[in-house]
């Protein structure tokens, strides 16, 4: 069985960041990051070559065997950013609704621009995404 490869490597964010072709997607990648950062208490760090995470947790995954795993990241591609919201959209409709202009999948709130969703919603969604990592996998 193979390993894991999205895992954490040594590319600075910020680089990674500045490399995004797109203007639009850098200037948001840009406030994702403050954002997460500030809710997580925690540096962005790159997972793989386009995510940057924030925190991490071990869960065990379909082989039985440990991976980890940021607690919340983000991705500027090339179709749209995704936010990766660990704990999926389920349990909080509430969070959800006024949110803005977006899709979702199992674990992924996709959209075109920051400027499409409610900055105060999404703040809410974040901290609560992470809080609830937290409780899960028993992390301070």
């Not at 954490?8 to 960041?17: G, L, S, V």
């Not at 999948?105 to 075109?112: A, R, T």
Request: hydrophobic share 35%; glycine share 6%.
């Amino acid at each position: 069985m193979s390993e894991l490869k999205t895992r954490p490597t040594d590319i600075p964010p910020a680089d990674f960041i500045a490399s995004v072709d797109h203007p639009g997607r850098r200037e948001d990648s840009t406030k994702l990051s403050a954002l997460l950062e500030d809710i997580t208490g925690e540096k962005p760090v790159m997972w793989g070559p386009s995510i940057i995470g924030f925190g991490r947790y071990t869960y065990v995954n379909t082989t039985k065997k440990p991976a980890d795993w940021p607690i919340i990241g983000f991705s500027p591609r090339k179709a749209n950013m995704t936010l990766y919201i660990m704990p999926g959209f389920s349990e909080r409709p509430d969070l959800m609704e006024g949110l803005g202009k977006y899709k979702t999948s199992v674990s992924c709130l996709y959209f075109n621009r920051l400027a499409d969703l409610d900055e105060d919603k999404v703040r809410n969604l974040c901290r609560w995404s992470v809080e609830a990592m937290r409780e899960r996998y028993r992390m301070d």
